[in-house]
């Protein structure tokens, strides 16, 4: 599977963006699609997923409240939708996949910045 992240950019804190992120792939049924993020100096952290076929959501405690993560079967896309960014939400955001069985995910798009002053 590979993926294809945009919709990263400077925003102010209270602001809102949406990330999308095209999957080409002959079918993500048993897929797991995540957002990932990774700020400066830090590592890599869980943000959002979505189990593909049901569309069940999960979030990390840091978001939960703010972002939406949901997919488009159609089109086979992907988005994180932020409100209410904060500074600290200031990273470059990944999607990745993984099957369900899974435990990591193995495949990764390019990674999108996001920036949010105060």
């Known amino acids: 599977v590979q993926l294809q992240a945009s919709g990263g950019g400077l925003v102010h804190s209270g602001g809102s963006l949406r990330l999308s992120c095209a999957a080409s792939?002959?079918?993500?049924?048993?897929?797991?699609l995540g957002w990932l993020r990774q700020a400066p100096g830090k590592e890599r952290v869980f943000v959002a997923a979505?189990?593909?076929?049901?569309?069940?959501?999960t979030y990390a405690d840091s978001v939960k409240g703010r972002f939406t993560i949901s997919r488009d079967k159609t089109k086979k896309m992907v988005y994180l939708q932020m409100d209410s960014l904060k500074p600290e939400d200031t990273a470059i955001y990944y999607c990745?996949?993984?099957?369900?069985?899974?435990?990591?995910?193995?495949?990764w798009g390019q990674g999108t910045l996001v920036t949010v002053s105060s």
């Open positions: 990745a996949v993984k099957l369900r069985t899974n435990k990591s995910y193995n495949s």
């Open positions: 792939a002959r079918t993500l049924t048993n897929y797991v």
């Open positions: 979505i189990l593909w076929s049901e569309g069940i959501t």
